[in-house]
């Protein structure tokens, strides 16, 4: 009884690792969507720091990015946060969203770091893949 316990164990085991072998195989490829139109609405709200009850020269922006498809639903949003410091304009993350051809491209770059990523999205919001580049690549190309 103890080895036919044990073949029974070894034959689940087999099975389950050509089960797991060939499942990992498989790539998934993205649906297609339906959406052929989208629109980028962009929203900057601002405000002033204050320093005892007293307004300073500083400015706190948060900019808002929503792709919005024709019926209305928010496909993707994203925040970014930047401070005004008189005419110099500071932010710890650099977030856009862009429209390019038939894609999305969520742009994402950190200050101090050396790299930074595109995700590239379909009109569905579906992620297709996402692309290292350098940070002042990045920073040159989305800067508008």
């Not at 410091?85 to 050396?114: A, M, P, T």
Request: glycine share 4%; with cysteine.
């Amino acid at each position: 009884m103890n080895k036919v316990n044990q073949r029974l164990f070894l034959v689940l085991l087999v099975i389950f690792f050509f089960q797991n072998s060939t499942a990992q195989t498989i790539v998934s490829s993205p649906k297609e969507c339906a959406e052929k139109t989208v629109t980028l609405k962009t929203e900057l709200k601002s405000r002033f720091r204050y320093f005892f009850f007293r307004r300073t020269n500083f400015v706190k922006t948060k900019r808002f990015d929503w792709i919005i498809d024709a019926k209305g639903n928010i496909v993707k949003e994203i925040m970014m946060r930047s401070e005004t410091r008189g005419d110099q304009s500071l932010f710890r993350k650099f977030h856009r969203l862009v429209i390019v051809e038939n894609e999305i491209h969520e742009v994402i770059c950190r200050l101090g770091k050396s790299e930074g990523k595109v995700i590239v999205y379909n009109f569905c919001g579906e992620k297709l893949r996402a692309i290292k580049m350098a940070s002042n690549e990045l920073y040159d190309k989305y800067r508008f």
